[in-house]
């Protein structure tokens, strides 16, 4: 079935630091690629989505690019601030194989310290 | 535009005791999600519902886990009766069902067993 594998956590980095979270998908269909965030106390909320293959999503100074040939989803930023600090979910969905279902990985907690 | 409505924020009950959580989702959307997620892991898929119908639980524990969405709108998921393991954020989501489109999540309910 359609899955997710995220990169384990805990991340810490330093302000100004480059910042990528690792995701690889496994999928029987054409799925949409998200990533969420999560802040202490709140829900998700998505962060970028792509839903084709080479689409690159971007918000935020954050980036994630859909390869579909390495099945990856990688989560990307140049510069992270403090305020980046929270849990990042990779996730996809499939409207043709499993009627939009989200399917989550298991979040990487990042830190970023002044 | 309003977002997702969930109430209550947070509950402390003692085990074997029953709860109810509400959700009102975002208006025009027909698919609604619930969403269990225990501390450090993703959210795990409870019940999704396209309009009042059910489009998969099959992973809601049915002996003490029942939702409901009677008019296609707002959404109850009740547990009765709680167990310690029961401990975890519920998040309810909801999206348009057209195209992969990104699910929008409400601030969650925090439910503790004790």
């Known amino acids: 079935g359609d899955s997710v594998t995220q990169m384990e956590g805990p991340v810490t980095l330093s302000e100004e630091a480059f910042l990528t979270i690792n995701c690889t998908y496994t999928?029987?269909?054409?799925?949409?690629l998200f990533w969420y965030v999560q802040y202490p106390g709140e829900g998700l909320q998505l962060l970028l989505k792509a839903t084709k293959a080479d689409d690159k999503g971007s918000n935020k100074g954050f980036e994630a690019t859909y390869r579909k040939e390495t099945t990856s989803f990688h989560l990307e930023k140049g510069s992270v601030q403090v305020s980046d600090s929270a849990v990042y979910f990779c996730a996809l969905s499939d409207i043709l194989n499993t009627g939009n279902q989200f399917y989550f990985g298991t979040g990487t907690s990042l830190t970023v310290i002044p | 535009e309003a977002g997702v409505a969930q109430s209550p924020r947070y509950k402390i009950i003692e085990k074997r005791q029953s709860v109810a959580f509400w959700c009102n989702p975002i208006?025009?959307?027909?698919?609604l999600y619930w969403y269990q997620q225990i501390l450090g892991q993703g959210p795990k898929l409870l019940i999704q519902?396209?309009?009042?119908?059910?489009?998969?639980d099959s992973q809601l524990p049915k002996d003490r886990f029942s939702a409901e969405r009677l008019k296609g709108v707002d959404s109850t998921l009740k547990i009765q009766p709680a167990k310690l393991e029961d401990s975890a954020v519920y998040l309810c989501?909801?999206?348009?069902?057209?195209?992969?489109?990104?699910?929008?999540f409400g601030q969650g309910t925090r439910l503790t067993v004790v």
């Open positions: 989501a909801s999206s348009f069902y057209r195209g992969n489109t990104e699910a929008f």
């Open positions: 999928a029987t269909g054409y799925p949409s």
């Open positions: 519902f396209q309009n009042n119908g059910v489009v998969d």
């Open positions: 208006s025009g959307h027909a698919t």
